[in-house]
């Protein structure tokens, strides 16, 4: 057996409570941006309608909107990855013991 001269200990233990926090953490995120999204869709339609403003806000606001699903779509890459590294990091060490 090949030795490094030291041992290397990864307490992966936690992992996949880390990638569910983060997944809930991600639909949080998603429901405020949702409504941070109308907040800004019911100034344009009502408060601020014309002029330089009104089409900054317009452009933000479809901005904003397609930022919907990404915090989601990444919390669950995250999650994946967090799984298949407690994955292959238990196959190693079943070849190492």
Same mark, same amino acid.
């Given at each position: 057996?090949?030795?490094?001269?030291?041992? /290397? !200990?990864?307490?992966?233990?936690?992992?996949? =409570?880390?990638? +569910? %926090?983060?997944? *809930?953490?991600?639909?949080?995120?998603?429901?405020?941006?949702?409504?941070?999204?109308?907040?800004?869709?019911?100034?344009?339609?009502?408060?601020?309608?014309?002029? /330089? !403003?009104?089409?900054?806000?317009?452009?933000? =606001?479809?901005? +904003? %909107?397609?930022? *919907?699903?990404?915090?989601?779509?990444?919390?669950?890459?995250?999650?994946?990855?967090?799984?298949?590294?407690?994955?292959?990091?238990?196959?190693?060490?079943?070849?190492?013991?």
């Amino acid at each position: 057996m090949y030795s490094l001269g030291y041992d /290397l !200990v990864v307490d992966d233990s936690e992992f996949p =409570e880390v990638g +569910v %926090g983060v997944v *809930k953490m991600a639909s949080a995120f998603e429901d405020k941006l949702d409504a941070y999204r109308q907040s800004l869709s019911r100034v344009t339609a009502s408060a601020v309608q014309e002029g /330089l !403003v009104a089409q900054n806000l317009a452009t933000f =606001e479809q901005q +904003v %909107g397609m930022l *919907k699903g990404e915090a989601d779509r990444l919390a669950k890459q995250l999650d994946q990855i967090l799984v298949r590294f407690v994955a292959e990091m238990d196959r190693a060490d079943a070849e190492i013991y």
